[in-house]
């Protein structure tokens, strides 16, 4: 089974400038989450999707920070301008189902963006 | 607001060795639900063990059995014949019911040694 693929690897931009992840679940998968983990923190939920709809995304720093899943399959997490403060490791996750509870989540190896 | 604490950044145990890690968390929930997961230096998270708090036996996957004291607001990991590749990044994480996401601590690293 494949798992969750997500890309690029790692990024390293200026800060002021605009960048893009890549996240393509497990197939069948209903829900997909955004985390981002910050050195030496656990991860933070950025915006959880069911489907191609919004289920969660009350810890998404809107003014710079957007997401779409289109056709409910594959998902770009897109931060425009980046800060230094967005230096961190994005990780993708999904789940056949809904709901972190009931539902084993899978995670992606992540993409680590340095902002300089 | 439901929180999560790791108060062990780090801890270093010897091969074949026991080594618990610590967890407590913070909620006014009555059901939920607590995991265990583990980050190697690839970053892949990976699910080590899952406890409903329902339930009050403590849950076991192989060498990791939790301890949970819902009373106390307590979950913690124990590791029984720690291997070299136990080495990793250890999380606790917290969801209150179903829909929810991960919510989880800052970590402890755990180095395990020839």
């Known amino acids: 089974e494949a798992g969750v693929a997500q890309s690029p690897r790692y990024k390293i931009i200026e800060k002021r400038q605009s960048v893009a992840f890549w996240c393509n679940p497990i197939s069948g998968h209903a829900t997909l989450y955004w985390y981002q983990q910050i050195l030496g923190q656990g991860p933070k939920l950025l915006i959880q999707?069911?489907?191609?709809?919004?289920?969660?995304d009350s810890q998404l720093p809107k003014d710079r920070f957007s997401a779409e899943r289109l056709k409910g399959v594959d998902s770009t997490l897109k931060i425009q301008p980046a800060k230094l403060e967005d230096s961190a490791v994005y990780l993708c996750?999904?789940?056949?189902?809904?709901?972190?509870?009931?539902?084993?989540?899978?995670f992606g190896s992540g993409t680590q963006l340095s902002v300089l | 607001a439901q929180t999560v604490t790791q108060s062990q950044p780090e801890m270093s145990v010897q091969e074949a060795e026991t080594v618990t890690l610590s967890c407590t968390y913070d909620t006014s929930e009555s059901n939920y639900y607590l995991f265990w997961y583990k980050q190697p230096p690839s970053r892949q998270m990976i699910l080590v063990i899952r406890?409903?708090?329902?339930?009050?036996q403590n849950a076991t996957e192989n060498r990791f059995s939790v301890n949970f004291q819902k009373a106390a607001k307590s979950f913690s990991l124990k590791i029984s014949d720690s291997q070299l590749g136990d080495t990793a990044m250890y999380f606790c994480a917290f969801t209150p019911n179903s829909g929810y996401a991960l919510n989880f601590g800052k970590g402890t690293s755990l180095l395990v040694t020839p």
């Open positions: 999707f069911q489907n191609n709809g919004v289920v969660d």
């Open positions: 996750a999904s789940s056949l189902g809904v709901g972190a509870s009931n539902e084993k989540l899978f």
């Open positions: 406890q409903e708090a329902y339930k009050q």
